[in-house]
């Protein structure tokens, strides 16, 4: 079993009688990532090892992923597994096309002005609709918030964790 696991979710409660769970969703691509017939594994807080799950359906519900899992078909079944943390190995991942990232990867990158004035580091990313936002801390500042377009992100070189954006007018209050 892999070394390394990455979080794509977290179950906070149950929805029905279907054995259906609620899930606040933390993965870049959760269309992929919870498609029927997916492994997942849950970990719950001070176990030995995770449990393994295959989706058997997804759904999107107000702002919660819905999945049931094909070993789990009813609410008895599924009514242990609130707060446990929804996991995938790091061979699970998968390519990416050229420009895309997964959020691991941008989370911790140090961001840089086209000038090279350091503006603060990565620290969460939102996913709002039209486009992903970058929560940047700076030191001394409110957080400053990077959308993930064109027009404003220049460059992005994960090996070296940096990333050069374009300061438009108004994007970042002093």
């Known amino acids: ?6 979080n794509v979710g977290k179950i ?11 899930v606040i969703s933390k993965t870049d691509f ?11 594994y849950l970990f719950a807080e001070g176990a030995a090892e995770p449990i393994k799950v295959t ?16 070993e789990m078909p009813s609410l008895n079944e599924v009514e242990h597994l609130r707060n446990m943390v929804i996991k995938v190995p790091e061979e699970d991942l998968g390519e990416l096309e050229e420009d895309e990232f997964y959020f691991h990867e941008i989370i911790g ?10 503006i603060g580091t990565v620290k969460e ?23 993930y377009i064109a027009s404003v992100v220049k460059d992005i070189n994960i090996n070296e964790k940096k990333i050069k ?5 108004g994007l970042i209050d002093e």
């Not at 079993?1 to 990455?6: G, I, K, Y």
């Open 1 to 6: 079993m892999t070394n390394r696991w990455f």
């Open 109 to 118: 990158c140090e961001v840089v002005s086209e000038d090279g004035e350091l």
């Open 55 to 70: 989706v058997s359906a997804h759904r999107l519900h107000k702002q919660f992923h819905l999945l049931q899992f094909k």
């Open 125 to 147: 990313i939102l996913t709002p609709g039209a486009n992903d936002v970058w929560v940047v801390a700076r030191k001394g500042k409110k957080d400053a918030l990077i959308p």
């Open 12 to 22: 906070v409660n149950t929805h029905g009688i279907k054995g259906e769970v609620r």
């Open 165 to 169: 954006i374009h300061v438009m007018e």
């Open 30 to 40: 959760a269309e992929e990532r919870y498609k029927p017939g997916n492994t997942l």
